[in-house]
């Protein structure tokens, strides 16, 4: 089975901090994402990549930054963590690039809060 | 640019209802339609996945069904359980410069009473 683990399944942290989200994935997937899950908003891409090292922005870039220097781990960094960042965050990973015949596998979630 | 919507939002159901979920797409040259289940506060389980040369997809009591021609999928469950209560997402792929993405709707928050 697909395994997707994201590193913390809750976070609280301060405006101004630096903060890093990691995800693994443990099946070799080309593909990982990164979405934010908001009441009413649904899943929004943040930022995808699918391969090491390459990186593409999502819908809603601003504020966040990523970093996929192997293959089976993805980081999502937000820079100054807000307010209005404090979200649900969901880390995925599919297969066959560029061709979207594949499923994606979810993570559990982090949900994070800054105060 | 692809949009997806789910109605209803909300869905409260007595156990053992057979019941039908909506999902509606903009761009019918879609590659494939998925459907996910999130139990709260978790992430999210892939249920069926449709291919465009598919019309449907079962799973146990589950069947998915896609019309690409009318921009809808269904979801149909059969014989609830309580168990099946969750949210209900759908997904349809969209493929900007090269990359595919997914766009996801908003959901069905369902509930099965016992």
């Known amino acids: 089975d697909v395994k997707v683990t994201q590193s913390s399944r809750y976070l609280v942290k301060r405006t101004g901090e630096k903060v890093f989200l990691e995800c693994v994935q443990d099946?070799?997937?080309?593909?990982m994402f990164w979405y934010r899950q908001d009441p009413g908003l649904g899943l929004r891409l943040i930022y995808f990549s699918y391969d090491v090292k390459m990186k593409e922005k999502g819908d809603i870039p601003e504020g966040y930054s990523v970093s996929r220097e192997k293959k089976e781990r993805f980081s999502l960094i937000l820079e100054s963590a807000s307010t209005n960042q404090t979200s649900m965050y969901l880390c995925?990973?599919?297969?066959?690039?560029?061709?979207?015949?594949?499923?994606?596998?979810f993570g559990p979630g982090t949900r994070l809060l800054v105060l | 640019k692809q949009e997806v919507t789910q109605i209803p939002a909300a869905l409260s159901v007595p156990e053992g209802e057979n019941l039908v979920l909506n999902c509606s797409f903009t761009?019918?040259?879609?590659?494939?339609l998925q459907w996910f289940r999130q139990d709260p506060g978790k992430g999210l389980t892939s249920l069926l996945l449709i291919q465009s040369s598919q019309r449907e997809q079962t799973s146990g009591r589950l069947n998915a069904s896609l019309d690409k021609s009318s921009g809808r999928s269904t979801l149909y469950i059969a014989a609830s359980q309580p168990g099946d209560s969750a949210t209900y997402l759908c997904a349809a792929p969209t493929y900007p410069s090269g990359t595919y993405k997914y766009i996801f709707g908003t959901g069905t928050r369902l509930k099965v009473l016992a």
């Open positions: 761009d019918s040259a879609i590659y494939n």
């Open positions: 995925a990973s599919s297969t066959t690039r560029g061709r979207p015949q594949e499923t994606q596998y």
């Open positions: 099946m070799d997937h080309e593909n």
